[in-house]
């Protein structure tokens, strides 16, 4: 048994020697060299998330020595297919990318097939019968997320609450399965009412917006549970506006703990977050990797994440990279 392994190794490396002689002998792959190149279709720059979830893709694809196809759409799904199919037009060796919205991707991703491209979907997932249209699905468990965030709502509140709730992006999987997660978690307390519920676009400007309009409509709001960080500190500032203070007056809950969230968890503007990890650049190249090579990879790779209290998040934040 030994002996075929170290025999098979001997050829794989013989192999990769010649490769990299270059010349005109014989290569493997779909392009002409053995840089893998990648094709990235992002949602756009909506949220602190996205940003440090771009950096750390574009900064793993060097040092990883692939070569990275960038765009950005501006959170419109007719931009991503645009990309997706720019990318099979352009051959290259995977294609990656991360789901505006759930539905209505078979028909590209049947053309990506056909072209035999393989595909990796990263941070948000699709809705589809057909999980042979992608290889793998890396990102955060978005239902835990929500179930994390009513939790700690039903254990830190006695007597009626009134929730208002900023949504991320209609029809994005992290704003379905958020509000799914937090509603399976706070129904088990009937004093805890939802009492307002409207999307934000999990941008901070959006969250400003519908906040302001909340606080004209609702009477009596206890606790903001937002869809991203940004939406909550867009909810602080409309909340000062109106003369009262976030955090204390209203409690907010957000998800992400980016860098200003975390600061405004610090500060005491914020009463609680949920993790959602960004960084996930080299698990996707690795990822990239093994499937060029034809190896098998897992179906589903979750992100481990935590929690911070306004205490976890003073003693987190000297240490935060984004
Ligand atoms: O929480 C939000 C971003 O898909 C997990 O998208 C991501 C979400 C993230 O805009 O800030």
């Known amino acids: 048994m030994r002996k075929t392994i170290t025999t098979a190794l001997a050829a794989v490396l013989l192999a990769a020697v010649t490769a990299c002689g270059g010349g005109s002998g014989g290569s493997a792959g779909n392009s002409s060299d053995d840089t893998i190149t990648m094709g990235f279709a992002q949602v756009g720059a909506e949220s602190g998330w996205r940003t440090a979830n771009t950096k750390s893709i574009q900064e793993s694809a060097k040092s990883a020595g692939i070569e990275l196809k960038f765009s ?3 959170q419109k799904q007719e931009n991503q297919l645009k ?12 294609i990656a990318f991360s789901p505006v919205v759930e539905t209505g991707w078979d028909t590209v991703l049947l053309e990506a097939q056909r072209a035999k491209i393989p595909v990796i979907l990263t ?3 699709i809705d589809s019968d ?3 249209l992608y290889k793998t699905f890396l990102g955060s468990d978005f239902i835990d997320e929500g179930k994390k965030a009513g939790k700690w709502l039903v254990e ?3 007597g009626p609450v009134n929730v208002v709730e900023l949504q991320g992006t209609t029809g994005a ?3 379905i399965d958020r509000k799914e997660g937090f509603e399976a978690e706070t129904k088990s307390n009937p004093d805890i009412k939802i009492v307002a ?3 934000g676009d999990f941008t901070r400007s959006g969250g ?13 709001i206890d606790v903001v549970y937002a869809h991203n960080d940004d939406m909550g500190l867009g909810a602080i500032e409309a909340i000062k506006a109106a003369g009262k203070k976030p955090g204390t007056d209203i409690k907010i809950i957000t998800v992400d703990a980016v860098k200003d969230g975390m600061t405004a968890l610090a500060n005491g503007e914020i009463n609680f977050i949920v993790e959602c990890n960004p960084l996930l650049g080299p698990q996707l190249m690795d990822l990239a990797k093994k499937v060029v090579a034809g190896e098998e990879v897992p179906e589903r790779v979750v992100t481990e994440e935590t929690t911070f209290t306004q205490e976890q998040a003073k003693a987190a934040l000297p240490d935060r990279k984004y």
């Open 197 to 199: 519920s409207q999307t």
């Open 83 to 94: 990309a997706i199919r720019s990318y099979i037009q352009q051959k290259v060796d995977v």
């Open 208 to 220: 400003k917006q519908v906040m302001e309009a909340f606080l004209k409509s609702q009477p009596d």
């Open 130 to 132: 057909d999980t042979s």
């Open 123 to 125: 941070d948000r997932a």
């Open 156 to 158: 830190n509140s006695d």
């Open 173 to 175: 999987a992290p704003a």
């Open 72 to 74: 950005d759409a501006q």
